[in-house]
């Protein structure tokens, strides 16, 4: 399995899904746009709002998953990543991930309470393309 194959795709695709957990153990599933930064294919990092219930659950149950996909008229591809969702509020993680357009959603700026970043750990994952799947580890 080409691992660099699979980072270059998700470095493409605009929208990521992500999955926590919820108090009665249910999975939650919400789309986001693509992760502001990421290491290969270990860390992925998210802004979102800490008043968002995703933050709630991700402090009481890190786990989690990030699922991207391609859809063309014949062709479809998917990669999923399992692993550990951290909430980080510490100001020099905020300054790296912050764009200048945040400023609509987080009126105060990088220093906002209501903003903060999700890092996301991938502890393995599974690849599906051409009626393929393939599992790997990180």
Known sequence: MD???????????NVAFICS???ENFPNVKAMLKPRKHTGLKE?????????MRVK???????????FYYK??????????????EVLTD??????IWRPGDTIFYKQGKTDPDYCVLKFTTI???????????????
């Open 3 to 13: 691992l660099h194959k699979i980072e270059k795709f998700i470095e493409k695709q």
């Open 21 to 23: 957990v919820d108090e």
């Open 44 to 52: 992925f990092y998210f802004s979102t709002n800490t008043s968002s």
């Open 57 to 67: 659950q991700f402090r009481e149950n890190p786990n989690a998953s990030i699922y």
């Open 72 to 85: 063309g008229l014949i062709k479809y591809t998917g990669v999923m990543l399992k692993g550990k969702m």
């Open 91 to 96: 100001q020099p993680t905020k300054d790296e």
């Open 124 to 138: 393995s994952g599974r690849y599906y393309c051409d009626l393929k799947t393939e599992s790997f580890e990180i």
